[in-house]
């Protein structure tokens, strides 16, 4: 008999709750004035804390002003630049591609939110109170970031 150890299917049966919980718990977050002004949108994250922007590239590829970009790598790209909106996407703050991104991104521009539900990146996100969403994962018992596709998406 296959058992679901993980409970991945309640974490799946949650997709809804996930949504709706990051909806409402991102109501309130404010970017930077500046950020109206962006030339490009990057991303920086990895597998599943990237498909928030895969997402968005689909939904708003005939409407969107600016690039939507995603970098899953260590290397910081040549054209972030200060009018860049740099988002640090970590489901557990501690992948390291992302951690390495957040600090040498912060050398290019000041246009930064972190999405998250710890580690470094949570922390960078107080230190230095840059906007962003910290994940409460209540819907997600399974604990899997690949599993908290509602998290990764609304947020």
């Given at each position: 008999?296959?058992?679901?150890e993980r409970n991945m299917l309640g974490s799946i049966d949650m997709?809804?709750?996930?949504?709706?919980?990051?909806?409402?718990?991102?109501?309130?977050?404010?970017?930077?004035?500046?950020?109206?002004?962006?030339?490009?949108v990057v991303l920086f994250g990895m597998g599943g804390s990237a498909?928030?922007?895969?997402?968005?590239?689909?939904?708003?590829?005939?409407?969107?002003?600016?690039?939507?970009?995603?970098?899953?790598?260590?290397?910081?790209?040549?054209?972030v630049s200060t009018d860049t909106l740099a988002i640090l996407s970590?489901?557990?703050?501690?992948?390291?591609?992302?951690?390495?991104?957040?600090?040498?991104?912060?050398?290019?521009?000041?246009?930064?939110?972190?999405?998250?539900?710890?580690?470094?990146?949570?922390?960078?996100?107080?230190?230095?109170?840059?906007?962003?969403?910290?994940?409460?994962?209540?819907?997600?018992?399974?604990?899997?970031?690949?599993?908290?596709?509602?998290?990764?998406?609304?947020?």
């Amino acid at each position: 008999m296959i058992v679901d150890e993980r409970n991945m299917l309640g974490s799946i049966d949650m997709l809804a709750q996930q949504v709706r919980h990051a909806w409402e718990s991102t109501a309130g977050i404010t970017l930077p004035a500046e950020a109206k002004h962006c030339r490009q949108v990057v991303l920086f994250g990895m597998g599943g804390s990237a498909l928030g922007m895969d997402v968005a590239r689909a939904v708003y590829a005939g409407s969107a002003t600016v690039p939507l970009l995603v970098v899953n790598d260590y290397v910081l790209p040549g054209y972030v630049s200060t009018d860049t909106l740099a988002i640090l996407s970590s489901y557990s703050g501690t992948t390291e591609e992302t951690v390495i991104a957040a600090k040498l991104v912060q050398a290019r521009t000041k246009l930064l939110a972190v999405v998250t539900t710890g580690g470094p990146l949570a922390d960078l996100m107080t230190q230095q109170q840059i906007p962003g969403y910290q994940i409460e994962a209540t819907y997600n018992p399974c604990g899997q970031p690949r599993i908290a596709v509602g998290y990764a998406v609304t947020g």
